[in-house]
């Protein structure tokens, strides 16, 4: 996900990744666009369904800040 403002030359990403292995651990990164940005230590989930439901409620957050999909 990506936010822009030009008015304060702000250019952010933010993701979330869960591997098909390891459905249950999510991995977060953000920063500015371009950069090598900043990583969460992996956060550990007891199911995939709860590692899921996390990232979705973090994309809807995301996005009522003005992150689109890119």
Same mark, same amino acid.
């Given at each position: ?32 666009? &371009? ?10 989930? &007891? ?18 800040? &003005?992150?689109?999909?890119?």
């Amino acid at each position: 996900m990506e936010y822009h403002d030009e008015e304060e030359n702000s250019h952010k990403f933010w993701q979330a990744d869960n591997e098909t292995t390891l459905e249950d651990i999510v991995w977060v990164s953000w920063g500015r666009i &371009g950069s090598k940005g900043q990583k969460a230590k992996p956060r550990n989930f &007891g199911t995939a369904e709860e590692a899921l439901s996390f990232i979705e409620k973090k994309v809807e957050e995301k996005v009522r800040k &003005g992150y689109v999909h890119c």
